[in-house]
């Protein structure tokens, strides 16, 4: 049974008078943000707002980086050259880094974006763009990546820390993988559920699949989405699921 955890939600993603998810209710519950770098959501004054919030509320800071896809919030595939990609991450950890000391905090690590994250995560040509980019930044920085996936042992390869995550909101198939969004069931709503399927990871080191089976997820850190409905209600009843059996949410790297 893990005695810590790491919980992480994606804030600072509104943009101008258009707002994003319940960031000032979120902030106080989690343990980490992944805060947005401006390419898929999150103009510069807003940004800067988040970073204070979080400094304030000593929560870990990570930039969350991005295709650059505001119309599409970062959730459409793109064909970029591997150059151009490194340039995009690192222009982007650069921002928030100017921000973030503005702020009075730091950038602590990287934690991808959307159709990024997911691209990266088996696409072995863009990951590499994305290492290098965090590597000529700051080799330290670690990156958080999903669960499972073949990036986690390529990062480690070229030097970085990875960071493997679960998703409290997605079912898992029996081998680790993510159930299809497309997939009747892929996604859970029930703020109840999704704690107590975090409770089991937490103290069992799996959860049950889609298919019915026991699957062990070996992760080091939850994430909620912070643009869903659900999302505050979720954070909430995880940490008080967690809390009151003894689990302390914490940032990873105080662990």
Request: net charge negative.
């Amino acid at each position: 049974m893990l005695k810590k955890i790491d919980l992480n939600s994606d804030l600072g993603e509104s943009f101008g008078q258009w707002r994003m998810g319940d960031d000032a209710a979120i902030l106080p519950l989690v343990s980490s943000v992944n805060v947005a770098c401006g390419f898929h959501a999150g103009s510069p004054a807003h940004l800067l707002q988040t970073l204070k919030a979080a400094a304030a509320q000593g929560v870990t800071v990570g930039a969350h980086v991005s295709y650059p896809d505001l119309v599409g919030f970062g959730r459409r595939n793109m064909d970029i050259a591997s150059e151009e990609l490194t340039a995009d991450v690192i222009y982007q950890i650069g921002a928030l880094q100017g921000l973030a000391k503005a702020a009075g905090t730091d950038v602590r690590y990287v934690k991808p974006h959307g159709a990024l994250y997911n691209t990266i995560a088996h696409h072995s040509g863009q990951a590499l763009a994305v290492i290098d980019a965090i590597l000529a930044v700051n080799p330290a920085l670690p990156l958080v990546a999903l669960a499972g996936s073949p990036l986690l042992v390529l990062a480690q390869q070229k030097g970085l820390t990875a960071i493997p995550e679960a998703f409290a909101d997605r079912a898992y198939h029996s081998d680790g993988t993510l159930v299809s969004r497309t997939a009747a069931g892929a996604v859970i709503h029930d703020a109840r559920h999704v704690a107590e399927r975090m409770l089991q990871w937490v103290t069992e080191g799996g959860l049950i699949s889609i298919e019915g089976t026991f699957t062990r997820i070996d992760a080091q850190s939850i994430c909620v989405h912070g643009d869903t409905p659900e999302a505050l209600a979720m954070v909430t009843e995880i940490r008080r699921l967690l809390t009151s059996q003894g689990v302390t949410v914490s940032s990873f790297l105080a662990h």
